[in-house]
């Protein structure tokens, strides 16, 4: 097992020197730099700025540079936020983000699975209909959509929840923030779950249960669901990964200083760095996803177990 | 006759069950009248299709959604019909019990064994986990699992069809059940595996005395099993009674038809003097398994060593049981998939020529599979899939003369060539396989290669497509390699007969000789499964 | 037995193909139907109503910005009077009297000086009036009658921050949506078919490697790659839906190269090799006919994914330029404007949200049809 996931991890290395050189590269080919500004900047300026990040250096050595200094786990100074390390700036709004979305993925997983079970043990009846409709729906509507008009209606209208901020954390300036976060994310696993849910019923191990005599809960949860949850599984590696890394939306929307928000002033601003170390950090967290994911679903499956 | 004898444990009455489909209501079962007395064992038997299996699906209340029922099914005075699942639980599992067909997933692939059986122990039986685990371990040894004790804490797919069908059988006596239902126990499994689980069931029904309603298609296992039988067609009984009078004075034109569905007589044979048009040496087939990431790469010997020839007009039977490596040699031996060895056709060695060189000579060798639904490629017409070698092999054929061969050739097999802008799920498995037939005879082969082409359709729809092989070989002194683990399919095919075991030819020689007086003891285990030694003997009774 | 035998055959009944079932299950299906009609109204909506609308698309209204949707037309009656006198004012005349005569208004004024007939145009350049005109001068032109007609409009969805009329900026967004949503569908569609089908057909080493390249391109955050290409290089129709489709590409590879894996391994494969037919031929008639089915569902799910992928860009500003607009783009300008102005962010978000509706469901019917099973 621990055999298991070091040589994922190890394996994952090669991955990450690919990503990190092929967006390196990407980036720096297309036009415009850093310090492009309305206003040039004086020559003098420019100068230095350029010395002190390291521009002025042929790319190859830039590129290795980089590669030296993400070894050690260090991303560099920020070009935009220029009294910031990009270090700094994640420790700050990383977890913010992580806590969002790790909220958010378990509301999803409770609400849309039980929605997905019903519509699947009421098929083709009205129940199951709504569910499907609602999480059709669910899937169409935009957050960004979702966000202003529950803001406007819990938030304004009603005055229950605040409009927007983090308030250092306050559960009251959350729920909003992960409510938009898990809709379509509850809409999903509901679609997947039902699906799954209808293929594990009609199963013939199920059939045996029930000829068996065992009880509802058994049959349905016990010998249906945990088959039935292995599509979600799947779903949910990728589903996280994108999730826990911040919604660039959900953010700017509530005003909540989250990393999705740095992914879009990175790249708007040129922030070399700053988009380098988002592209990273994204990236880990898939791949750890992703492992994780095969570790739940071996939990799961004994057959995956086996090979 | 003890008055146990006469006392009917379950009774099914004027039982019909409907299912509602977007293309209007099917009528699976339109009342039908079985009982089971206690201790007895009963058999339904029909073909495909006839709703054998959805009775006793209805009465166990595990029909799927759109099923309908109307009748009664008693069980102790009372009608368990319509019951709700929470009465319906208190009889299913621990009074009735049921096996099913498919053992590979009839079993939860996610849990251990040892829990799956005590599962309805600890449901019906008020046992504690401890106490059911124990008991699951003494039912293990009663359906004779070898290694109990580790294969109670085994996952289904650790074991084989055989064992798994036997864990359903130490399920279904858990809680001492008076009838057992099987619904086909062992029409999935290998024939010396089948003999072993029959024989299993019936001792068991010997020592424990339960009620027993086995539905099957195979009329060998009824003979040896039943006390008597219901032959259903269409959803109706058509004819019943105890085992002996069916099989010797049956009533029913269907019953007879049933009775008469084994494949019989023999193929003339073919004078030494006919031209050698296959010939085999050495025919290896390895294949190299991946046992995951570091490990040594584990090779797999599919076909060892295999030499044969084949005279013009002859027949040779390929028999073994599934994994035995017959189907590999059958492709191996048309360049289909590589070996080593030697292999000459026509005087031509093909061994070792690549796909374009063996082109041309693919009109002369014809392969035909044995399921017929994945053999026709399901968007293309009939008409189509029949010319499609002509495309290749007569690339001169206007397509009016392809069409016109496709015809012909529809006509020889016995289809209607209107139907030839038809698509194959339009067809029914028999006419499927005459299409696929069809196909390979549009083509005047010398040499077909024909894979289980029986083994997939009902016994009497088998018996006509025998026919049809028969008549074709006659007309074209065509020339087949038969594989099947049918034997008595083979027996009544072939020139010599090759038993294979474990990619290796265990006895080989004329037909006759190999039934008559087996030497090896794999295939005297083998006919003895088949029961065709029974078969004789009451032919020559 | 000759080869030809033309007379004795009989005339051939047409079978049904498993595209026939297909179609016919597809009509059976109420949702699905439902939905095409709506799509298809909102399909010609967005081709011919900018055509059929009095309003251009960037045509500025600016006596009515924000005014609210209604049926009746613009000025209401009670604006009228109020318009026409601060009009008068800013053309430094005095109002003598006020009569509103039908669909005109007469009006006496008076100046210190002699009136400047050019005076009109102060009337004319706003939105609500027109062929203004100054009868009856008096009194050395310092006294005249002057006349306007109302200019009637009618802004059935409101209009936006800038006095556009939201009607036809839904239909035009509506047009950019669609073809976004299309052309990237088509690029992704494309590079996924031919890129999965080369990968299971070849299979082998060749498919390993293609497949890690797969998974590779998998880890990248791809929205924000999307992001990147939109800010480095410009915003640009064409390579939105460029972006877009290299993005989205990735799950029908997948999907296509499991699907010739599968195919690949079926008997009427096999019995195609063993009869000699070519790759070609092999791939013509028995793989592509059988992978068509889910690459057509893949297809309409995908749309709907692709316009939500660029109504993204838009909220976040990369996507379409002003004063062109897609759906996206008047949604995130309704939802800064939602206190005050709720029809700016309702009428494209119903457009929107029944197009992806109808798309899922024809999805899903097309899906249900194909594969009949899962029903």
Known sequence: MTRYVLGRLLGAIPTIFLIVTISFFLIRVAPGGPFDLERPLEAKVMENLNKIYHLDEPLWTQYLLYLQSISQLDFGPSFYFRDFTINELFAASLPISIQLGLSALALALVVGGMLGVAAALRQNGPADYSVMAAATLGVTIPNFVVAPVLTLLLGVWLGWLPVGGWGDGAFVNKILPVVTLALPQIAVIARLTRGSMIEALRSNHVRTARAYGLRSYL?????????????????????????????????TIFGIPGIGRYFVQGALNRDYTLVMGTVVVVACFVIIFNLVVDLLYALLDPRVRYD | MTDKQTRRVLDIKNLKVDFETNTGTVNAVRGVDIHVNAGETVAIVGESGSGKSQTMMAAMGLLASNGRTEGEVVYENGNILGLSIRRLNQIRGKKITMIFQEPMTSLDPLYTIGRQLAEPMVEHGGLTWKQAQAKALDLLKLVNIPEPERKIKAFPYEMSGGQRQRVMIAMALANDPDVLIADEPTTALDVTTQAQILDLLAELQKRLGMAVIFITHDLGIVRKIADRVYVMKTGEVVEQGETRRIFTQPEHAYTRMLLDAEPTGHKPPVPDTAPVLLEAQKVKVEFELENGFLQPKHILRAVDNIS?????????????????????????????????????????????????????????????????????????????????????????????????????ALEEVSLDPSMRNRYPHEFSGGQRQRIAIARTMVLKPELVVLDEPTSALDRTIQKQVVELLRDLQKTYGLTYLFISHDLAVVRALSDTVMVMKKGQVVEAGPVEAIFEAPQDAYTKELIGAAMLTQRQMMESA | ???????????????????????????????????????????????????????????????????????????????????FEALVKRARLNLESYERVGDQVVVEVTSRRAIDPRSVRYIDRSDMFKNAALTDLADEDKRGTLTADINYLHFYFGTDANGRDLMTRTFIAGRISLTIGLLATVVAISIGVIYGATSGYL??????????????????????????????????????????????????????????????????????????????????????????????????????????????????GLGIQEPMTSWGVLISEGARNLQGSAWMLIFPSIFLTSTLFALNFIGDGLRDALDPKDR
């Open chain 3, 203 to 316: 299979g082998g080493r060749v498919d390993q490697l293609m497949m890690r390249v797969v998974d590779i391109l998998y880890s990248l955050p791809f929205i924000f790659f999307v992001i990147m290409l939109v800010v480095f290089f410009g915003r640009n129709f064409v390579l939105m839906f460029i972006a877009v489709g290299a993005v989205e590409w990735l799950d029908m590879a997948r999907i296509v190269r499991g699907q010739t894996l599968s195919i690949k391994r079926q008997e009427y494969v096999q019995a195609a090799e063993a009869m000699g037919v070519s790759d070609g031929g092999i791939v013509r008639r028995h793989i592509i006919p059988n992978t068509l089915g889910p690459v057509v569902v893949y297809m309409t799910l995908l749309v709907p994914k692709v316009i939500l992928l660029e109504s993204f860009l838009s909220f976040l």
């Open chain 1, 219 to 251: 049959v349905i949860v016990v010998h249906a669901l945990r088959g039935a949850i292995l599509p979600v599984v799947s779903y949910m590696g990728p589903a996280a990964a994108a999730l826990l890394t911040g919604s660039v939306v959900v953010e």
């Open chain 2, 308 to 408: 044969f020839a084949l005279r013009k007009g002859q027949t040779l039977g390929i028999v073994g049981e599934s994994g035995s490596g017959k189907s590999t040699l059958g492709r191996a031996v048309l360049n289909l998939l590589p070996a080593s060895g030697r292999v000459v056709f026509q005087g031509q060695q093909i061994s070792g020529k690549d796909r374009g060189a063996m082109r041309a000579l693919r009109k002369d060798m014809q392969l035909i599979f044995q399921d017929p639904f994945g053999s026709l490629s399901p968007r293309m017409t009939v008409g189509q899939i029949i010319s499609e070698g002509l495309l290749v092999h007569e690339p001169s054929l206007t397509a009016k003369d392809r069409d016109a061969r496709a015809c012909q």
């Open chain 3, 1 to 83: 037995m000759s080869v030809t035998t033309p007379d004795i055959v009989a005339a051939p009944q047409r079978g049904r193909s498993l595209w026939d079932d297909a179609r016919d299950r597809l009509l059976a299906n109420k949702a699905a139907v439902a939905s095409m009609i709506v799509l298809a109204a909102i399909a010609l909506l967005s081709v011919f109503g900018p055509i059929l609308s009095p309003h251009n698309f960037d045509t500025v209204y600016r006596d009515y910005v924000k005014v609210p949707a209604s049926l009746e037309a613009y000025p209401k009656a009670d604006q009228v009077q109020p318009a």
